[in-house]
């Protein structure tokens, strides 16, 4: 049984993979690097939900193997939800990390840390040809910090602060974030399901 | 562990709680007869999967519990798939059985047999609060018959014809019927995934 992963991320790809061997799972992993043919995967819906379902048919279809996919994005309380699915072109189409960043600091500079709220929020679809499949959601509460700390993760970590730990995202440890990350907690749901989703189409 | 099926159809309740039943699954199955307050669901979709979508999310918004929700129709090839999500309604908003099967008949009556091939589709979602869930789909081929034969079943089923069987659905058994239905092979499909999906919620 093959699982593609729609991803070319090597982070994403190793850590789906360290997750699926330990369940013993008995499914060969693959990802996009095996498949070179399938260059571009449009996101063109307007919320994680459509574009997670969007990219796992979108290789279900060209691979004609089950596919998991995710779609994930920072949804900051002061601005309705915003940057959403445009968090990695929120200062335009190519957009740097510390452009999107420094942005999203500019519209918040009026707002006080109370009602900084922000949330990064992850949804992963796990899809089969029979155009059955599973959608699981992952969210990781924080605050949007005042300037930038930490040079860990990526995108908007260095100032996305959570308050448990105290720490900005850019400051944790991969095995930490692990822990408390939207992207792992969709994940730790959905691969729970792999198995089980595997055995209704055979 | 309560699951709600967001149905009253005497029908359906008590085949999705004999299956529960079977599995030794430990849930308490509600349905819409336990929730008198929610009067109408709407479907305002395009979809079938729009629609099970929105029941689903729906019932599970008022009721607080995880809910087990189906949408499904009538695909006919030679009319590019319509009645579709407008089954029940094909002719007209309060349309009968009868006169939905008399406007489709008059629909294809220019159609050889050989090109009436068409599909009852079922797809069914379940969703808990946690925006998770899990959507499978059921399909029964055949081919829509020259004129009504059978008396069981209801909506189409007196000019669907199984062509395995050599019957219409009309013809055949509550037992035959959950052989082969659309709804059946969804709900199969579903029942199988409703306890590792309770896992994933607590």
Same mark, same amino acid.
Request: hydrophobic share 40%; with cysteine.
């Given at each position: 049984?093959?699982?593609?992963?729609?991803?070319?991320?090597? =982070?994403?790809?190793? &850590?789906?993979?360290?997750?699926? %061997? #330990?369940?013993?799972?008995?499914?060969?992993?693959?990802?996009?690097?095996?498949?070179?043919?399938?260059?571009?995967?449009?996101?063109?819906?307007?919320?994680? &939900?459509?574009?997670? %379902?969007?990219?796992?048919?979108?290789?279900?279809?060209?691979?004609?193997?089950? /596919? %998991?996919?995710?779609?994930?994005?920072?949804?900051?309380?002061?601005?309705?939800?915003?940057? =959403?699915?445009?968090?990695?072109?929120?200062?335009?189409? #190519?957009?740097?990390?510390?452009?999107?960043?420094? #942005?999203?600091?500019?519209?918040?500079?009026?707002?006080?840390?109370?009602?900084? =709220?922000?949330?990064?929020?992850?949804?992963?679809?796990?899809?089969?040809? /029979? #155009?059955?499949?599973? %959608? /699981?959601?992952?969210?990781?509460?924080?605050?949007?910090?005042?300037?930038?700390?930490?040079?860990?993760?990526?995108?908007?970590?260095?100032?996305?602060?959570? &308050?448990?730990? =105290?720490?900005?995202?850019?400051?944790?440890?991969?095995?930490?974030?692990?822990?408390?990350?939207?992207?792992?907690?969709?994940?730790?749901?959905?691969?729970?399901?792999?198995?089980?989703?595997?055995?209704?189409?055979?």
């Amino acid at each position: 049984m093959e699982l593609v992963l729609a991803t070319r991320n090597q =982070g994403k790809i190793r &850590e789906i993979k360290n997750i699926i %061997l #330990k369940k013993n799972l008995n499914i060969n992993v693959l990802s996009l690097e095996d498949f070179p043919d399938i260059s571009h995967i449009p996101e063109p819906e307007e919320t994680f &939900e459509g574009n997670a %379902l969007y990219k796992a048919k979108y290789v279900c279809e060209k691979t004609g193997h089950v /596919t %998991l996919s995710d779609d994930s994005g920072l949804e900051v309380d002061a601005l309705d939800g915003r940057p =959403g699915v445009y968090s990695a072109r929120f200062a335009g189409d #190519k957009a740097s990390d510390e452009e999107n960043n420094r #942005k999203l600091l500019e519209a918040l500079k009026d707002v006080p840390f109370e009602r900084r =709220g922000a949330q990064f929020r992850c949804v992963m679809v796990l899809y089969a040809n /029979t #155009k059955d499949y599973v %959608l /699981t959601q992952g969210i990781w509460r924080g605050k949007i910090a005042l300037k930038p700390e930490g040079n860990q993760g990526f995108g908007y970590d260095p100032i996305f602060f959570d &308050e448990n730990l =105290g720490k900005c995202a850019a400051m944790l440890s991969i095995d930490e974030k692990n822990r408390v990350s939207h992207r792992a907690k969709a994940l730790e749901k959905i691969s729970k399901l792999i198995k089980p989703f595997f055995e209704i189409l055979f």
